[in-house]
């Protein structure tokens, strides 16, 4: 291992370099010796110096050029974008733009800033009109509009307070919600919002649900106005309850009208309990004059019938059989008119079975011929085929089809026609008579059903009480069918009827 040692000598004008080379021992093992001019080494020295002083000026330079375009570049632009951020925070006025030169990175968060303000200026200017237009409508709406917070403590309120209460916006925001509605109202407004409340905090509360109640609310001068009052919460963005937003409506034209309507109701009331109790005196005399007609009329029958089995030579034996034929007439009579004073207070009724309809219209026709021959009439019968069965009194269905021909009878003169004629139209039985009589005047026709009618014209002078027509209708609606008449003056009429012919409803 070897060891090297320098030493610089300067000797009068003459610069001399020394190295030894030296053993592990310090032995010397080699010189080595240079000498140069000082001069020249002193030049050496300056230039060495020289240059380290020109690179630490250019470093300097180049320092100093890259803080003045940063500066220029980047940190006063900067500054400048921050400064407008911070009026714009201050000012509220998102109409300011910031204005940056070039296409580098500030100038694309300038620009992204830039479009984020105009998207806001274009939200508030839609908040605006949204305020705007609501704002009309909470002032020019003829409902009290109020929002409170959840201490039902006003925070504003519409116009049209002073138009239902007589209070300004101003008099009503100073008052507390008890001076604005009755002790009673109030109670129970604010009853419904405490179940409300309970509600949302056991999470049973649908966030848009809304609670209306009828109130009533006190006006300046002292009167109660009736109101119905519409609630909702006002949420924050968490769904939160903050405040409520209350609608209030006048009523009080409603309250009248629900008011004549319960008086109306009453007067109605007392009316049909009255009728009612003059139809049943009306129908307990029916009964008491149809008892007194016919316990009489009992032993006229029965001792006209036993005087007929003993008189065999006429013209005795025709007034007996008149006096017999007069007597079921009259009881016939008097069974319509106690029928129809049933009628009237919903006291017939029927005992239905399914029955066949051609049958029973066979035998009325039967049971008619002879009628038709004593009158120098014809009656003619018309089935149509396969007639349905139908769910019907057999008694009172033979009753309206009696009466209808009772009429026809009573109407078409010596030599006409009558047909009777059955057919089924969809869910229905159609049962019509048709006569060749007088016809009836399309003025009268809509009175022929009237009990107690008698039409003028060429039907006067016809007997009867005119009761068949109407208790026919009456049987007829019974059955859930409906009656009418086709006429033409001159041309004679028919009278039809429909009874379903499906099962009557329980």
Do not use: C
């Amino acid at each position: 291992m070897t060891l090297r040692r320098k030493t610089l000598l300067i000797i009068g004008s003459m610069f001399l370099g020394l190295i030894v080379m030296l053993s592990i021992i310090s032995q010397s093992m080699l010189r080595s010796y240079a000498d140069m001019p000082r001069v020249i080494y002193e030049q050496v020295q300056f230039i060495i110096v020289y240059l380290i002083l020109a690179i630490v000026a250019v470093g300097l330079v180049f320092g100093l050029a890259t803080i003045l375009l940063l500066e220029k570049q980047v940190i006063s632009r900067l500054s400048r974008l921050s400064k407008v951020i911070s009026s714009i925070g201050r000012s509220g006025d998102i109409s300011a733009r910031i204005s940056l030169g070039g296409t580098d990175e500030l100038s694309n968060v300038a620009a992204t800033i830039n479009g984020m303000l105009a998207a806001l200026e274009e939200s508030a200017a839609e908040l605006r009109q949204s305020e705007e237009r609501y704002r009309r409508l909470a002032e020019n709406a003829t409902d009290i509009i109020w929002t409170m917070d959840m201490s039902m403590r006003l925070s504003y309120i519409s116009p049209s307070v002073s138009r239902m209460l007589g209070y300004s916006v101003e008099e009503t925001m100073n008052r507390t919600m008890p001076e604005l509605f009755t002790p009673r109202s109030f109670e129970a407004a604010k009853r419904a919002l405490d179940e409300e409340l309970a509600a949302e905090k056991g999470g049973k509360q649908d966030p848009s649900r809304s609670w209306t109640l009828e109130l009533e609310m006190k006006a300046k001068d002292g009167a109660i106005v009736p109101v119905e009052v519409k609630f909702t919460f006002l949420r924050d963005s968490d769904g939160q309850p903050f405040g409520i937003l209350a609608i209030a409506r006048d009523i009080t034209e409603r309250k009248q009208a629900e008011e004549r309507l319960r008086e109306l109701y009453q007067e109605e009331r007392r009316l049909r309990q009255e009728l009612e109790a003059e139809i049943n005196k009306r129908v307990e005399f029916t009964r008491a004059l149809v008892h007194e007609l016919k316990t009489p009329m009992t032993p006229v029958v029965t001792a006209s019938e036993l005087l007929s089995e003993e008189v065999k030579t006429e013209p005795a034996r025709s007034l007996v059989e008149s006096i017999i034929q007069g007597a079921y007439n009259l009881n016939h009579r008097i069974d319509e008119l106690l029928d129809l004073a049933k009628g009237e207070v919903g006291m017939l009724q029927l005992e239905r079975r399914l029955i066949d309809p051609a049958r029973l219209l066979r035998r009325i026709y039967d049971s008619v011929l002879p009628v038709a021959a004593k009158n120098g009439q014809t009656i003619n019968l018309e089935l149509a085929d396969s007639l349905p069965s139908i769910w019907a009194d057999e008694d009172r269905l033979r009753q309206v089809v009696l009466n209808l021909l009772n009429n026809a009878f009573k109407f078409t003169p010596q030599g006409g026609t009558i047909t009777l004629r059955a057919r089924s139209e969809g869910a229905e039985l159609i049962v019509e008579v048709q006569d060749t009589g007088p016809g009836i005047s399309k003025k009268d026709q809509p009175l022929v059903f009237e009990p107690y009618r008698r039409l003028g014209g060429e039907r006067e002078g016809y007997r009867g009480l005119g009761l068949g027509l109407s208790l026919a209708k009456k049987l007829v609606e019974l059955h859930g069918g409906r009656i009418w008449v086709k006429s033409q003056k001159g041309k004679g009429s028919t009278f039809g009827f429909s009874i379903p012919t499906g099962a009557p409803e329980a």
